[in-house]
Structure formats: C-alpha cells, structure tokens
C-alpha cells in the first residue's frame, strides 16, 4: 500500500469530513514536510486560517488514538502524528509491500541453486546488519573472486522483504555515489531535489523523504571510504542499513564480514553445478579436486573453468589440468621479469585458457568491452548499421558471455568484473594495434560528450548519465589518444553535465582540468584556451564569483581578437560575455558599447535571422530599462520576442524569459493592464517547460507580486512574494542577490501595509546581503538602502 492510500485509509477509519482529509493528507504527504501551512492552504485554494482550524480538528480526531497527541504543541504535535502513523504504516499487516512493490535495483544474480558454500556467511551477513547499521564484506587478503559482489546480491535478493523502503545499489567505481543516490530518489520515489541546492542539501532532502520502512544501501567495490562512501551516508537512524563489499580492510571499529575461498566440498559442488556433463566429473573425482585446489577454490576461476568444459564436451579432465599448469608457468615467468604486473593465479589460468578459446573477433570486443569504465557498460548492437558488423557484434557477444566472460545485466547493459577486464586490458596492450584500438574508443565516447549541451534539461541528464563514467574514464586515463581537435571535449561535456544541475563543485575541477591540458598539448594561443576561460568564467558567474570571472572573460576576449580578428561571430560571443558581466555589476557605461558591437558584428556575420541575434537584442534592452531608456527598450525587446517566435515557436524557454523582460517594461513605465497578461503567460509557461522547483519560477513569482502590489492588490501580492522568497532561498541559499530582492520586495509589501515591525528585519537582512555580494556601489544595494531609509522614514516619524 502506498503511503497516500494508506493516508486516505487513515482519513477514513477516523472519520474526517472531506475537507478535513483534503489538508490532512496534504500536510502529511511526504515531500509536504518543510512546506508552511500557508503554502499548503495556497495548493487547496483556501485561507491559512481555514487550514488550520482543519488540521485542528484532524488533530482532535486522531487523539482518540493516539494520547500521547494531547500533550504536544504546534509543529510538535504534527511530528508526533506522523511517527505514529508511520509506525503503523510500517509495521500494519496491511503496509506490508509485495517483492515486486519494494524499489531495488539489485544486479542480476546467479541462480540461487548455483551460489553454494556461503550460506554460513549469507546468515552471518543478516545477524550482523540486525545489530549494526553498517558491514563491509571483506576479501581476506585483499583477493579477487572470491563472491563479494555475488554475496552481497544474494542476500540482498533474499532479504528484499525485510527493506520495505527499498533496497539501493551503489557502484563506488561508476558515477559519482552522490549521483546515483539522487538518480534512485528520483526514478523510484519521484523525489526531485531543487537543481540549484547545494549537493548536500539534496542529499539530506532524499534521506529525510526517503520512502518509510527500512532501507538497504549497498557500496559495491569500494576502494577509498573516505571519499566513496563517508560523504554520502544516510543520517544515523536504524532504518538505515549499509552493506559494503572490498578489497580492503578498513578501520576495524567497522564490523566486518570476512570472506576467503571456498571449502573444498564446496567448490566441487560449484564445479559439478557449473558442468552439464556429470559424468565427467563422476569418471576422474580425484582430478576434478585437484582442478579445485589448483584454482584456489576462487568461485570467479571454477566458473570461468566450468564455462570452458561445457564449450569443449571432449576434452578430459587430465588434459584440462596439464593445460593450467602449463598457463601458470608462462604467468609465473612473466611475472618475475615484470614484478609490477598483478596476476591473481587460478583467475588467471583460468581466463588464459578461456582467451584462447575465443575467436580473433570475440577478443577483439573483450578487448574493447575492457576500455569502458567500472561500470554498467550501456552497449546495444541494434545501433550498428551495418547489418553484417552487427551480426558480428552479436556473435562475439554472446561468445563472451558463454565463457561467462561479460555479465549481462539488462538489455543492452554488460558489465566486466574486474579481473576479467584487467586480463583483457592487458592482452589489449600485448597486441600490436592497442593504439588504434584506444583512440578509436575514444572517439566513439567523443561523440558522446558532443551531445551534452551546455545547459541539459532533465531529460538530457537522465540519457546522459549512463555514459558519464565512461566519459570520466577518457578524460581520467585515456586523454593522450584524444586528437588535438577533440582535446577539450570530454572535459567540457563533463562540466556542463554536473554545472547544468547546479553541481557546481563537480563541474569546476573538471573545466580547470581542461584548461591545463588544453595549455599543456596546445599552448597558450589556441582558440580552445578562449573557449576554456569562457567556460570557467560562466562557472564563476553562475556562483556569483563576479570578481574571479571578469578576468577570464577578459583573457578570453582578447585571445579570441588575437587569434581571429575582430571580424568573428566568436569574438562578439566573447564581447557580449563581457557586456553581461558588466551589467550584472550596475558598470552600465561600460557594458553599452560592447553590446552594441557585439549586435552589430553579429547582425553583418549572421543576418538578422539568428538567435544570437535575438539575444543581443534582448541583452540590449535590458541595459536601457536598467538606464531608464524604456522607449528605446521597448522597441528592442518587441524585437526580440517576435524574432524568438519566429525561430523558436511558442513553447521554449527562450520566450518565456522575452515575455517576463517586456512585461518588466510596462511595468515600470505604469502600463499594468498590459504587464498582467504577460507575467501571467510567462508564468504559466514556465512551469510547464520547467517545473515548481526553478530560480526562473520564484522570478516570475516575484514580478507578478510586484504587479499586483503596484495596483494596490496587496492580499494577492503577499502569498507570492512569500512564495518566491521561499523558492530562491531553497533554491539559491540564503546569502544570494536575489534572495535580497524578495526580502527587499516583501519588506516594502509590509511598509504599504503599516506592518512595520515585520518590514524592518527583512529590510536589515536585504542589505546586508547586497552590501556583502554585491558591494556598498552596487545600484541594488543603492536601491535597498535608499528603501530602507524610506522605510524608517515612514515607521518612526
């Protein structure tokens, strides 16, 4: 049952009024919890008094069931009621969630009948996460393939019932963990942190919205704790459980679940499991044990062993252990000429004689296959064109997984384990076309960072993320095989894919990153250095970090001028960067001529059908509304609109943004019957391209509360105004430009209306935050304090 439906059984069972189960439910839906009452009584369409006189009663109601209500208070009493419902949620009979209703999104796992010898350690693993709120399964010295990963999936899969509130999987070796934990919330729970929240401020909204009942989260291959799993931890509640796999010992005030090598017995069951034939075994016993001993009892090399039997139904046991040993020799001699080359003996052996029983094409696609990161490998073969190529593909594919040499996870998702896909990089680097191999790869994942723009929507991002940590594998190992004209590209598509959901501390090393490689390999006098300061400097102006962008954009301004000319539609890109950043900072003398020439040049080089046009047009009329120009404003910004229509249509973002500007105009120079119409289409359009949770909403918020204080509507202005100063401080943190004008906006709503005592505070807190971002100069911070002054003006005469 869902949590909703169980709310409306609740509403029921208590006999609340329609009315009554409206704001019950309401206020006690889940991504509700940090909403005001006045917001929620907004969404109802009814007053915040109503509303509370409602829940009053709600409260009243449920005290018959629960006492303990009757001694709480306020947001304390609300609290106690939804513990008590979600005790009841968690542990009625009717709460309880089918297998197929509990979210996971556990790996594919062997069949059960097939995962033999660990069912002491299966029973361990459940008595430990009973009584502690993280393990970590550990391969004793620090061994490959011995199950970690199998182990973990096992339990998981078998104990799925047990975690009513899902059951996530994290790769410590994919994406970054923060990611995929966000990605999980929001496809399973449809939990969407604000894009431009601070990284850990969208974590703690997921925990604290993480659905009821208790939770498994699972680090697999986890390397360094510190970075890959400390950060990311839910909070400290027992419904909470986190289950790691390593090869590393950790702190030992981590309890830990040692796993090393089968038992005999149980590795000849595993063998005699994995092997269709039985009789093979039955006929030489004593040889199959000693294939187990040689293989080290690994559950990784008896399954590579056992794959390699059922291809060759003819070849004795004898043979097949003289053909080991011998492999075992060869890796001994190469290991002692190359001491820093890392074998795990029986794996090793094991792959050795799997290799050999490929075809020249499978070993070509292992080889391949090995490049891609750790990582679910998004791979299908329907995208090959070429029918003969695909076939191909198919074949080695499906050759590869016989041999149990690639796990399929889904359709058109494989994955390597890790020694499997060290053996092949090392075979790859054997081979005498490694090099073209590497830079062919990676200019088929070139091809992928060209498809990350600079500003991915939702969509783009959810396409977008599998391929991210192949993309980071690239740029992080693989950059010498970039050509020099794809150089920047992984780089770049990387920071606009973590700057384009507001993750501007992921973003930032990665264009820093590309600015020194692009140094180091081009020099300094390279166009693709002024696209690299460009795209730093966004970044900085993006955060507010004026002071830190203004030189980048000027360094990239005057590289572009030396390196092309002045006569360059990039050049006027790098002119109006400036202009903008000029205008942002009230220096509104110097922003005008470099917007000018940038519309001129664009105009002479583009034609006046462009959208970079467009933009300079409406870049143009920004300044002269900000300089008091409106007539000269109004013509531009009409301009810009019809141009974006034309090139654009109705529906896009651009031309919400026009709407909003031309609307802002009228509004200034006192024409509000025709500023209304506008803000409200910009509005309504706005939400439905962007959603509730975006700067650009809390924006159009504003300018329509503005509106309507302006024509003396101030009971419609004020829940607005609320709403928006709401929206930017979730959205933008507390100590932005903007959050200062709402504060700004809703004080001056509280002087019109003699509220002064709750004007004053607000206006206090709106300069401080102009005088500290933007500077005591600044025309915003001007404009703050000559309201405040009014302000006290009007309060103490």
Known sequence: MQWADFLANQAATHSLSPEQTAAFVERLKTENSGKSELNLAIKLGI????????????????????????????????????????????????????????????????????FVGREAELQKLHQQLQTSRQVAIVAVAGMGGVGKTELATQYAKQHLQDYQGGVCWLSAQGIDVEIQILRFAELKFKLIAPDDWELADRLRYCWQHWRQGEVLLVFDDVTDYKKQVQPYLPPELPRFKVLLTTRLGFDRTLPQLPLGILKPLAAMKLLKLLVDDRERLKSEPWVARKICKFLGYLPLALELVGRYLDTMPDLSLEKLLKRLEKKRLEHEAIAKANPLMRYEYGVAEAFALSWEQLNENAQSVGCWLSLYALADIPFSVETIEDDDEQELWEKAIAELRKLHLIQWQAKGIYRLHPLIRLFFQMKLDESSNAVEVKTAFVAQMVEVAKRIPQQPNREDIFNLTPHIPHLTEVATHLSQYLSDEDLIRPFTGLGWFYQGQGLYQQAEPWLWQCLKIAENRLGSEHPDIATSLNNLAALHKSTGRYSKAEPLYQQALELTKRLLGNNHHIVATSLNNVAELYRYTGRYSKAEPLFQQALELRQRLLGDKHPDV????????????????????????????????????????????????????????????????????????????????????????NNLASLYCSTGRFNKGEPLYQQALEL??????????????????????????????????????????????????????????????????????
Request: aromatic share 8%; charged share 25%; glycine share 6%.
């Open 47 to 114: 007053e915040e008094d109503t509303f509370t006189k409602r829940m009053t009663a709600v409260y009243k109601k449920f005290t018959q069931s629960y006492p303990e209500l009757a001694t709480s208070k306020g947001r304390g009493k609300l609290e106690k009621l939804r513990a008590c419902l979600t005790r009841k949620y968690n542990g009625g009979q009717d709460a309880q969630l089918t297998i197929k209703e509990i979210h996971q999104n556990i790996p594919p796992a062997l069949p059960f009948k097939k």
């Open 614 to 701: 467009a933009n300079s047009l409406n870049n143009l009329a920004l300044l002269y509304g900000s300089t008091r120009r409106y007539s000269e404003a109004e013509l531009l910004f009409q301009q810009a609109l019809e141009l974006k229509k034309h090139l654009l249509g109705d529906n896009h973002p651009d031309i919400a943004i026009n709407l909003n500007n031309l609307a802002a105009l009228y509004k200034s120079t006192g024409r509000y019957s025709e500023a209304e119409p506008l803000f409200q289409q910009a509005l309504k359009l706005r939400q439905r391209l962007l959603g509730d949770n975006h700067p650009d909403i809390a924006n159009s918020l």
């Open 728 to 797: 930017y401080k979730r959205l933008l943190g507390d100590n932005h430009p903007d959050v200062a004008t709402s504060l700004n906006n809703l004080a001056g709503l509280y002087c019109s209306t003699k509220r002064f005592s709750e004007g004053e505070p607000l206006f206090e807190q709106a300069l401080a935050i102009c005088e500290r971002t933007l500077g005591v100069g600044h025309p915003d911070t001007i404009m703050v304090r000559g309201n405040y002054a009014r302000f006290l003006r009007e309060a103490y005469r």
